[in-house]
């Protein structure tokens, strides 16, 4: 059995100056993030006495963790391609070379810190944004700061033909009363389609879990004949309605907001996305699902990226390595949500679509290594 070995003189050098710069550049790059617009809004509260000076410190941390999932890989990128351009105008990595110390050996050292900030990557994600994005909105909302953003939920129900039966949407899910219903019921026509017969719109409702019914208070009913032409229009004060039992399940999670949930919670909200018949709405949230993935591992191959992009040649003063990162930053920065919007298309494998940013910085990388000038 194979002990692993512990960390030599080697590793200890290369990694606490790779994670200082790695900090520095993180802090640097996420005050430059959120100065433009969110620390400017919160001065302003401050100074208009909407908001006190502790709260607009614990705002601006809330703000942070989001900042940190674009931050983290553009600074362990950068920081490592700076750390070996500087052992490399500095003559330490020829010295290190000229030791016998393979380059292979060289870069297990960058690893470790690529798999620590990997792991700061992921932890961020999946245990500390599902808590501040929730904190955040509600002290922006008690601040009234901004009003409870409208979000509004979906549901699409369809027959045993797969044709659509009924359309089910609620305008407002965000306040303490769900309202803005409307419920679009639909019927075959002779020639296979399918037509609106009903249409209701209630200003308030609620779900009953025990009869499993919805119940539409103050609301207006709407009959059309078979051209389409309202025949019967009349109010209720009340009236139950049913549709698919996923249509409350779903709702549920909706509020939660999908997009900061943790990885277990949102893959069990992708099956009951698909259970329910939503599969309209399941490649976004796939992708979703699969950049949890990618981008802690981006996080990690950034490292080996930056280090192969800083190892400039000593006699040249060329800041190749500098140049290309940003290249290859600017272009991964764009396809991360370029990704996210593509994979609603469902016109790619949400996986393939997921990694593809990385795929393309590890591409990019390559072929900016292969025009980078022989030097002698």
Request: net charge positive.
């Amino acid at each position: 059995m194979r002990i692993a070995k512990p960390l030599t003189l080697l590793d200890w050098y290369i990694c606490s100056q790779l994670v200082l710069i790695i900090l520095f550049a993180v802090v640097l790059f996420s005050i430059i993030w959120l100065a433009p617009e969110t620390l400017f809004k919160l001065t302003q509260y401050v100074f208009s006495g909407q908001i006190s000076l502790g709260q607009a410190v614990v705002m601006f941390g809330l703000h942070l963790p989001e900042v940190l999932q674009q931050t983290i890989p553009v600074a362990v990128l950068l920081g490592t391609i700076i750390l070996f351009q500087r052992l490399s105008q500095h003559y330490e990595l020829v010295a290190l070379l000229a030791s016998g110390i393979s380059p292979k050996r060289i870069l297990l050292s960058v690893f470790w810190v690529g798999l620590l900030f990997g792991l700061v990557h992921a932890v961020v994600n999946e245990l500390v944004i599902p808590q501040t994005s929730n904190r955040l909105e509600t002290m922006y909302t008690d601040a009234k700061l901004k009003d409870i953003p409208d979000r509004n939920f979906l549901f699409v129900e369809k027959n045993h033909r797969k044709q659509l039966s009924k359309f089910f949407m609620i305008g407002q899910i965000q306040k303490p009363q769900l309202s803005d219903f409307i419920i679009l019921y639909y019927v075959e026509t002779p020639q296979n389609g399918v037509q609106i017969s009903r249409i209701l719109r209630s200003q308030t409702g609620r779900w009953i879990p025990e009869s499993r019914q919805w119940q539409l208070k103050n609301g207006i009913e709407y009959v059309l004949n078979d051209e389409g032409v309202y025949k019967d229009i009349r109010q209720f004060d009340e009236q139950q309605i049913r549709t698919d039992k996923y249509a409350a399940i779903l709702l549920d999670y909706t509020r939660l907001n999908p997009m900061a949930m943790p990885w277990g919670q949102l893959k069990h909200y992708i099956k009951l996305l698909k259970e329910g018949g939503q599969l309209q709405e399941v490649p976004f949230f796939e992708v979703r699902l699969w950049q949890k993935w990618a981008g802690p591992v981006a996080t990690l191959v950034f490292t080996l990226l930056g280090a192969i992009l800083g190892m400039e040649r000593v006699r040249t003063n060329r800041l190749f390595g500098l140049t290309f990162g940003a290249i290859v930053i600017f272009i991964y920065s764009i396809m991360v949500p370029f990704a996210g919007s593509f994979g609603s298309l469902d016109i790619v494998a949400p996986w393939l679509v997921a990694w593809l940013p990385l795929f393309t910085a590890i591409m990019i990388t390559a072929l900016l290594q292969a025009l980078r000038p022989k030097q002698g």
